[in-house]
């Protein structure tokens, strides 16, 4: 495992060099001194559903239980305890850079990338050659929950609504249904739903919709969701984020036995810094603060 990794990070780095060499002699598809005018524009929602029903919920589950989701959906509940700082959120928004759909900070370009989400599910279970895509036929909605949740057709079809152009169930009846689920395994597999339909795919509020079913369904097969939430947060941000560097832990972050949600849950932040505060350390980001 050690090796291949390390091959990984060989060939990153061959790649970067070829990239900087490759821009150094074509120059630059931009303008000179590009600036963003997302500013002018831009108004960044960060309403959210209530998590606090599904932070109670597990905080009451045993250790096995725990075993049994993290074993299938890695670190996800981690998320659940995440701060959502509102103020940097906004200011992230404003160095989306559209020309490159990466982030740019001064001179810094910084963009999510396919290992980072996979470091951050750390789910032992993901497959990483195994990517999730939309099947030419897709089963019924109600199919779908029913292979989910193991549930009768009567019981989801007399709870699916309709909001907007989604089908949805809402979250209330995935409670009620994780609450007195006689299945354990059944019952971390909702819980694991509610998380992808309320956290990571939300559409509606206090409802799961059925795009999030479609991926899930394929979870279980051992198919990484990784490609779908990065294709997710770059639609997003084009309609915030990086890991930063930390002394002689360069490459930890992707290490199987390093839980980079866990550390981030554990680790004390300051929310008290004002948007414009966040902007201007942004942009006066350096090469050498990140890895």
């Not at 074509?26 to 960060?46: A, I, N, P, Q």
């Not at 009620?176 to 559409?203: N, T, W």
Request: charge should be negative.
């Amino acid at each position: 495992m050690a090796n291949k990794f390390l091959d990984k990070v060989e060939d990153n780095a061959i790649v970067r060099i070829w990239l900087e060499k490759v821009q150094s002699e074509k120059g630059d598809s931009l303008v000179k001194d590009y600036v963003s005018e997302l500013w002018d524009y831009t108004h960044v929602s960060v309403t959210q559903n209530s998590l606090q029903e599904l932070k109670e919920i597990w905080d009451k589950w045993n250790d096995e239980t725990k075993q049994l989701f993290y074993f299938n959906y890695g670190d996800l509940t981690y998320l659940l305890d995440v701060k959502v700082d509102e103020r940097l959120f906004r200011a992230i928004a404003q160095y989306w850079n559209p020309a490159y759909s990466c982030f740019t900070f001064g001179k810094v370009d910084l963009v999510p990338t396919v290992e980072e989400y996979t470091a951050l599910l750390h789910c032992p279970r993901l497959q990483v050659d195994k990517a999730y895509s939309k099947a030419a036929y897709v089963p019924a909605f109600w199919r779908k929950l029913m292979n989910i949740t193991g549930m009768s057709e009567q019981w989801i079809v007399a709870r699916i609504k309709q909001k907007g152009e989604c089908k949805c169930i809402p979250w209330k009846n995935l409670r009620d249904l994780i609450l007195a689920h006689p299945d354990g395994k059944k019952k971390v597999d909702v819980f694991a739903l509610s998380i992808y339909g309320l956290l990571i795919f939300p559409r509606a509020l206090g409802h799961m919709d059925e795009a999030v079913s479609d991926l899930f369904d394929w979870l279980g097969k051992g198919v990484t969701p990784v490609p779908t939430i990065l294709a997710e947060t770059f639609r997003s941000l084009n309609a915030c984020s990086h890991f930063w560097k930390v002394d002689k832990v360069s490459y930890r972050v992707f290490s199987e036995h390093y839980s980079p949600l866990k550390k981030i849950v554990a680790t004390p932040r300051r929310d008290d810094i004002l948007e414009e505060n966040w902007m201007a350390i942004l942009q006066n980001l350096q090469e050498e603060d990140v890895e």
